[in-house]
């Protein structure tokens, strides 16, 4: 089970952190991902992480301002937004899978989303 939060309202320009707490003795196994979903949009890729912490991707839109971290012995995963843009605004998911990708059909396990709202 994965719980998602740290969402909320900024002003465009600053920085937000989202965290995702798993529960469960195997997260450790898992590859972690962020998605977004905007309002009349389709749900889209933001960052991974490999099980170990020693791969990351990310999507273009978020290159240089989103990081993505884990800690395996406190079962969470972390989306440090920097520099937002009111084009961030969406519900933030967390997801869990087996597969490196930016593909959400590669990831099992959902979280319940946390809105992010970036004002201008």
């Known amino acids: 089970q994965l719980q998602a939060s740290g969402g909320g309202l900024v002003q465009a320009g600053s920085s937000l952190r989202l965290s995702c707490a798993a529960s469960g003795r195997t997260f450790s196994r898992y590859v972690m991902g962020w998605f977004r979903q905007a309002p009349g949009k389709e749900r889209e890729f933001v960052a991974t992480?490999?099980?170990?912490?020693?791969?990351?991707a990310y999507a273009d839109s978020v290159k240089g301002r989103f990081t993505i971290s884990r800690d395996n012995a406190k079962k969470t995963v972390s989306l440090q937004m920097n520099s937002a843009k009111p084009e961030d605004t969406a519900v933030y998911y967390c997801?869990?899978?087996?597969?490196?990708?930016?593909?959400?059909?590669?990831?099992?396990?959902w979280g319940q989303g946390t809105l992010v709202t970036v004002s201008s």
């Open positions: 997801a869990a899978g087996a597969t490196y990708s930016g593909s959400a059909s590669s990831y099992d396990y």
């Open positions: 992480i490999t099980w170990n912490g020693g791969g990351t």
